[in-house]
């Protein structure tokens, strides 16, 4: 059974960057699309950005495209994102998650496997 590892979470001040990362226990997934998504208590998760298994077919959300950046390592099955920038309105439970095919996109039903998430919380 594949499982998701999220790490990099913290508090951190607006203004400040984190770097999260997502480490795929198995290669199962290694031709699968990786993505990110947040989710804030009373509210549906929300899509923050994916990329497909060879490390094109990036998308990110348009409200967080210029301040963040996806990216990934297939050697390790490791997904990471960069966010720089950070504003109080981005605390939430980041959460990556495996993707049904090699493309993902932004639909939250394109992925079968989540993480149980790591926490980011910004401070104004």
């Known amino acids: 059974q594949v499982q998701l590892i999220e790490s990099g979470g913290g508090s951190v001040q607006a203004g400040g960057s984190l770097r999260l990362s997502c480490r795929a226990t198995s290669r199962t997934v290694s031709n699968n699309a990786l993505g990110w998504f947040r989710q804030t208590p009373g509210k549906e998760r929300e899509f923050v950005a994916s990329i497909g298994w060879n490390g094109g077919h990036i998308n990110y959300a348009d409200s967080l495209k210029d301040r963040i950046v996806i990216s990934g390592d297939r050697s390790t099955n490791t997904v990471y994102l960069q966010m720089n920038s950070l504003k109080p309105e981005g605390s939430a439970v980041y959460c990556c998650?495996?993707?049904?095919?090699?493309?993902?996109?932004?639909?939250?039903?394109?992925?079968?496997?989540w993480g149980q998430g790591t926490q980011v919380t910004v401070s104004s």
């Open positions: 998650a495996a993707g049904r095919s090699a493309v993902a996109g932004s639909r939250r039903n394109a992925y079968s496997c």
